[in-house]
């Protein structure tokens, strides 16, 4: 009698672990989609994280449902990849406060790579350049502000790219200067802009012209070349090179800097050092700091 209750006991046991597998397996294949608290569609400054029934995770932006497929934009890619429902297990917050094609897109630098969608951005830069940049969509920047002590700053960026690895643009910033004795003198740079690569690591190159309406200012151009990464999703490393001259040959200079940033939710924190050389030279090392936060 006793060993048949423990027979019975340890038969029931196995019926209920096996429904209990079952269960899980099958819920598993039918893929209840789950969507996170905070996650909200369509957002682009939100960063999502996709489960699959497999655990596979993808990092993106979640789009829309669209029937039984879900519409998420994996990192990295511009075009929307269509996810059916039932293979989907969760769509989770991944981080708050950037959106992953800007992170890197040259705030501070010189670069054709496609900015955000929409949004805008406040900059500072080692603290005497402040300037709100919005962008209107992907392809256009524009941006007003102050540098102290000078005067007014402004800045537009048009970007196009002609391939996911190869993006051409043209960028422009200058400065009015409000100080009675520079005679509201405009100065500024308009440079042409190719960029290599995407935002895990890019290759940039630009040819400018500096201008001036100053009458003792004399007009000059120049080439840079800059090189950055992505070595985390807080972490970026950035060196750029520009060699400036004069239009009659009498000066030239060379400014090498090396910086990095880091992301810490809607803030974004650079910090490196520059130096001149020819007639730019500088005594030592000089800092580079800055930040910006996005809305």
């Known amino acids: 009698m006793f060993m048949s209750l423990k ?3 340890l038969r ?9 597998m079952s269960s899980v397996f099958l819920g598993a294949q039918s893929g ?3 969507i996170g608290k905070g996650v909200v569609l369509g ?17 993106g932006s979640a789009m829309d449902i669209d029937g039984d497929k879900l519409l998420f934009i994996p990192r990295y ?6 996810f059916p429902t039932a293979e989907v297990r969760s769509v989770r917050l991944f981080q708050v406060g950037y959106s992953d094609n800007n992170l890197s897109d040259g705030t501070y630098l010189y670069t054709a790579l496609p900015g955000a969608n929409r949004g805008g951005r406040y900059r500072n830069v080692s603290v005497l350049g402040s300037l709100a940049e919005f962008d209107l969509n992907k392809n256009v920047r524009l941006g007003v502000g102050f540098l102290l002590p000078v005067g007014i700053a402004v800045s537009q960026r048009i970007r196009a790219s002609l391939s996911p690895g190869l993006h051409v643009g043209l960028s422009n910033q200058s400065v ?14 308009l440079a042409g802009l190719v960029t290599l690569g995407d935002n895990r690591l890019f290759l940039s190159m630009g040819y400018h012209f500096f201008y001036s309406t100053s009458f003792f200012s004399e007009d000059s151009r120049g080439v840079s070349m800059m090189v950055g990464g992505q070595i985390s999703d807080q972490w970026h490393l950035y060196s750029e090179w ?4 004069t239009r009659s040959f009498r000066g030239s200079g060379l400014i090498p800097s090396f910086s990095a940033s880091c992301s810490l939710n809607r803030w974004r924190i650079r910090f490196g050092v520059f130096w001149g050389y020819g007639e730019l030279v500088t005594d030592s090392p000089l800092p580079i700091v800055g930040a910006d936060y996005r809305w």
């Open 77 to 82: 890619a511009e075009e929307v990849v269509e």
């Open 176 to 189: 009015w200067s409000l100080r009675q004795f520079d005679d509201n003198e405009l100065a500024g740079d």
């Open 32 to 34: 209840g989609l789950s």
């Open 12 to 20: 029931a046991s196995l019926l209920i672990m096996a429904l209990f």
């Open 242 to 245: 520009m060699y400036t001259e």
């Open 7 to 9: 027979q019975l006991f």
């Open 43 to 59: 957002d682009t400054t939100q960063v999502h994280v996709l489960t699959t029934n497999s655990q596979e995770r993808i990092i």
